[in-house]
């Protein structure tokens, strides 16, 4: 079941707009992310939506929205963000407070680091969400040639490499630059791909012991 993320911020216009722009390109589709506000403000905060921009991201189609029932409801994880008693509280929700300056009135160099900071928390949670219940799971083997271990450190190598190249991309990246932003991409689908694999292998019927004896066979077979 794909897990579901609501960030909630007071107007929605700032950090919580970020984070879900850094959720959504981060997850790569793994994860339902929706945003909104206790008191949503007219327009995305423009700094916000600067530095997302000089990061290759689009923020242009996210706008300030309000709290509802349903969003609260649908959500695995509520993520609230400087809006303290102004956030409702919804029983039976998982929840995790950030506390992170609040963007409003601050030019773009001053919004870099706040943008920074959402993006490690938002790595940080993906990775409890998506990778960490594989590590834990005992049946998950190996596919095609790699271990689980090798996957997810992979991952996170082609992740933090990717970050660093569109950073850097807000001054230009060079030719050769691009074509390995693509190769990174290209890797981090496969990667993503190799767990799907075995998160539905586990879903089949078969008995998990006996598959993870094809994985080893397959891996010696593949050493040798």
């Not at 897990?3 to 707009?17: D, E, F, K, T």
């Not at 990246?173 to 496969?190: I, V, W, Y």
Request: a negative charge; aromatic letters at 4%; charged letters at 35%.
């Amino acid at each position: 079941m794909t897990p579901q993320i609501l960030y909630v911020c007071v107007h929605n216009a700032g950090r919580s707009i970020a984070a879900a722009v850094l959720t959504e390109h981060l997850g790569r589709g793994r994860v339902e992310v929706r945003s909104a506000g206790s008191a949503p403000g007219s327009e995305v905060n423009p700094s916000v939506a600067a530095v997302l921009r000089e990061r290759g991201l689009d923020p242009d189609r996210h706008f300030p929205k309000p709290l509802t029932d349903i969003a609260a409801r649908d959500a695995d994880v509520i993520v609230t963000m400087g809006c303290g008693d102004a956030c409702p509280f919804y029983p039976g929700k998982r929840y995790l407070d950030w506390e992170l300056d609040d963007p409003a009135g601050k030019s773009v160099e001053e919004v870099r680091p706040i943008v920074e900071e959402i993006d490690k928390r938002v790595r940080a949670l993906l990775r409890e969400l998506l990778v960490n219940p594989c590590r834990r799971a005992p049946d998950v083997g190996s596919v095609g040639g790699m271990d689980d271990q090798d996957i997810l450190e992979r991952i996170n190598k082609l992740v933090d490499e990717e970050h660093e190249l569109r950073t850097r991309g807000a001054a230009g990246l060079k030719e050769d630059e691009e074509a390995r932003l693509r190769h990174l991409e290209e890797g981090l689908d496969q990667c993503w791909d190799l767990l799907r694999q075995r998160r539905a292998k586990r879903h089949t019927g078969q008995d998990p012991e006996e598959a993870h004896a094809r994985d080893i066979d397959t891996v010696e077979h593949y050493r040798q």
